[in-house]
């Protein structure tokens, strides 16, 4: 079967939330920026809903996180696919069906093919643990130890169809410090992403992120980009 929806056992109801912006979210792990954006859209006023968490595996901790905050939740194992393309489209369909304003990976570490992009032009989000373009793929914190780079930090982009590409909306440095570990340095990295990813989140929501070749800008009210 390729998805499992789990119903929501605590609706958020009321006219207020018809109105809210629709966020789905994309996970694979812990869900520690998912948790950054439930907390963020529960707040009195945020004008958002995180409306479907869907995972690539069972396990993830994201899906747990999301049942607890009445959030509906689903599965689209690759294993149950012939093939990626398959896998893509039967993603897309689930997220269509949502009918999100916005999409956001947190920690989803799966490639995203063009069957899939392509269905949500301007409004995929990701959060990667580099300052790109430096370090894209999945090892972006070793990589940078490994380099022995004095700053690193963390990126929050639009997605496009390569891989940790797409126009940078934000970017915050963080000092690689003396003894950093892996661990070490991607929490405190981690930390940066859980501020910067429901800010991004929202302003792409309220459609107030221009996008003009490989710039990303936001608009303020009085409509200036910066």
Avoid at 107 to 131: K, Q, Y
Avoid at 149 to 166: I, M, N, P, Q, S
Avoid at 201 to 223: D, K, N, S, W
Wanted: charged content about 25%; some cysteine.
């Amino acid at each position: 079967m390729a998805a499992s929806a789990v119903p929501r056992t605590q609706p958020r109801t009321g006219e207020a939330v018809a109105d809210d912006k629709r966020v789905v979210v994309l996970v694979s792990g812990h869900g520690s920026n998912l948790q950054a954006l439930l907390d963020t859209t529960t707040e009195p006023g945020s004008g958002m809903a995180v409306v479907l968490v869907a995972a690539d595996r069972p396990g993830a901790h994201g899906l747990e996180r999301a049942r607890r905050a009445g959030v509906d939740t689903a599965v689209v194992r690759p294993a149950d696919h012939p093939d990626r393309p398959s896998f893509d489209l039967a993603l897309r369909d689930l997220v269509a069906a949502a009918r999100p304003d916005v999409v956001c990976l947190a920690g989803f570490m799966r490639i995203l093919g063009p069957g899939f992009v392509r269905a949500f032009p301007g409004r995929i989000l990701n959060t990667h643990p580099s300052l790109l373009p430096a370090f894209r793929g999945a090892h972006a914190v070793r990589e940078a130890l490994a380099y022995g780079v004095k700053v690193t930090g963390c990126t929050v982009h639009l997605v496009d169809e390569e891989v940790d590409h797409g126009p940078v909306l934000f970017q915050s440095a963080v000092p690689v410090e003396p003894g950093d570990d892996e661990d070490r340095l991607h929490e405190r990295i981690k930390r940066e992403e859980r501020r910067l990813l429901p800010l991004a989140v929202r302003l792409l929501a309220e459609g107030r992120v221009r996008v003009e070749g490989r710039r990303a800008q936001v608009v303020t009210a009085e409509g200036v980009s910066r």
